[in-house]
């Protein structure tokens, strides 16, 4: 990862541009070292930087979620937003990145604030299969991806 992480930040510097946005998946990575990296960004002369937060995590994958939701009642229909099936492992460290976001100073950006609320996370986005918003356990489809991107301007925090 160092040599790969020392390869872009060059890249970065070669092609200078006007707004970085970090992501990954925080759960499994030392999130807390994402200020090194963004001590370098500022230090290579960067200060529009973005860090996108968790979105939801679910077990196994969403669809397998909506599957056994589906199962236990057929006579309901697939949910448009449910908490079952939801690891609990990115709420808290959505409010954790917030947080230090603010504290480095950089825009914060909460997918897991506008796919969830206290009734759970969105599911679909209509009645057919292409409208789920993810394809496995945390990864977006191309709807839910449109979803997050025509709404994340509402969880937008900027130092």
């Not at 994958?61 to 099936?85: H, N």
């Not at 959505?94 to 506008?114: C, F, G, H, M, W």
Request: aromatic content about 8%; some cysteine; overall charge positive.
């Amino acid at each position: 990862c160092n040599e790969i992480n020392a390869h872009v930040l060059q890249l970065i510097k070669t092609v200078r541009p006007r707004k970085i946005v970090l992501a990954a998946n925080w759960t499994r990575y030392d999130w807390r070292k994402i200020g090194g990296t963004i001590e370098q960004l500022r230090s290579a002369g960067f200060n529009d930087i973005d860090l996108v937060g968790p979105g939801p995590q679910w077990e196994s994958s969403l669809p397998v979620q909506l599957y056994r939701k589906f199962k236990s009642d057929p006579s309901q229909p697939v949910p448009q937003r449910m908490a079952a099936g939801l690891r609990d492992n990115f709420v808290l460290l959505d409010t954790q990145l917030a947080a230090y976001a603010a504290e480095l100073k950089v825009n914060y950006l909460s997918p897991a604030r506008i796919f969830c609320d206290k009734d759970g996370c969105v599911t679909r986005l209509g009645e057919t299969g292409d409208t789920i918003t993810f394809w496995d356990c945390c990864h977006l489809t191309d709807a839910g991806s449109r979803f997050l991107i025509t709404n994340i301007e509402r969880t937008t925090r900027q130092p």
